[in-house]
């Protein structure tokens, strides 16, 4: 039979910047808890799961709550002439925490590796594709700003998403830009502050 507490950890060691050391510490933090606090924990993992779907338009996690759109994308007062490509939901609430951008949203699904060829079963390049076309024959897009982290995956991301619009968008006003160097390299959106992201929309190129 195998080892529980080794099994949970190995789970553990599954999520984003989590080591086997942290998921071991995860696995006896919730073996000294009682047992209401890990009911809690169980029912609210299984109730996630129900509630929470991705949009059909941006793709972000929203409670669908009999609603088709996340509110975002259901959102009247949004400028629904731009869409900025981020890596990953925590980029959006990020960005709109920040006040400093007010249109639409795609999340990419991650960056694109550097090494890997295959990469569209990781990323959502072919729907960011649709999108954008989509928008262009409604006549609705003016601009598509790339906001990913400032590191050599970003940074290839940028390049490789450009590459890939580069035809959709040629003959088309439609401007294609990134955000400027108010971010520091290395910056991930997700740690960034409100100021600093003002000042990468403003600089943006």
Same mark, same amino acid.
């Given at each position: 039979?195998?080892?529980?507490?080794?099994?949970?950890?190995?789970? *553990?060691?599954?999520?984003?910047?989590?080591?086997?050391?942290?998921?071991?510490? *995860?696995? #006896?933090?919730?073996?000294? @808890?009682?047992?209401? %606090?890990?009911? !809690?924990?169980? =029912?609210?993992?299984?109730?996630?799961? $129900?509630?929470?779907?991705? @949009?059909?338009? @941006?793709?972000?996690?929203?409670?669908?709550? /009999?609603?088709?759109?996340? !509110?975002? @994308?259901? $959102?009247?007062?949004?400028?629904?002439? +731009?869409?900025?490509?981020?890596?990953?939901?925590?980029?959006?609430?990020?960005?709109?925490?920040?006040?400093? #951008? /007010?249109?639409?949203?795609?999340?990419?699904?991650?960056?694109?590796?550097?090494?890997? $060829?295959?990469?569209?079963?990781?990323?959502?390049? /072919?729907?960011?594709?649709?999108?954008?076309?989509?928008?262009?024959?409604? /006549? $609705?897009?003016?601009?598509?700003?790339?906001? *990913?982290?400032?590191?050599?995956?970003?940074? %290839?991301?940028?390049? #490789?998403?450009?590459?890939?619009?580069?035809?959709?968008?040629? =003959?088309?006003?439609?401007?294609?830009?990134?955000?400027?160097?108010?971010?520091?390299?290395? +910056?991930?959106?997700? %740690?960034?502050?409100?100021?600093?992201?003002? =000042?990468? *929309?403003? =600089?943006?190129?």
């Amino acid at each position: 039979m195998s080892n529980p507490i080794q099994k949970l950890a190995d789970m *553990f060691a599954d999520f984003p910047g989590i080591g086997a050391r942290q998921s071991k510490r *995860f696995v #006896y933090f919730l073996l000294s @808890c009682d047992k209401a %606090y890990l009911d !809690e924990l169980a =029912n609210l993992i299984i109730s996630v799961k $129900k509630r929470i779907t991705q @949009c059909p338009e @941006c793709f972000r996690y929203f409670e669908h709550d /009999n609603h088709d759109h996340c !509110e975002r @994308c259901e $959102k009247l007062s949004i400028d629904r002439t +731009t869409i900025m490509v981020v890596e990953k939901d925590a980029d959006v609430d990020q960005v709109s925490a920040s006040g400093a #951008y /007010n249109g639409l949203f795609f999340v990419f699904g991650g960056l694109v590796p550097i090494v890997e $060829k295959e990469t569209s079963n990781r990323i959502r390049i /072919n729907e960011l594709q649709k999108r954008i076309a989509r928008d262009i024959a409604d /006549n $609705k897009l003016k601009e598509v700003i790339l906001g *990913f982290s400032l590191s050599r995956e970003g940074d %290839y991301t940028d390049t #490789y998403v450009r590459d890939e619009l580069r035809t959709l968008l040629e =003959n088309t006003s439609v401007r294609l830009s990134s955000l400027g160097r108010g971010l520091s390299t290395g +910056t991930e959106l997700e %740690y960034s502050d409100s100021e600093t992201l003002r =000042n990468a *929309f403003t =600089n943006r190129h």
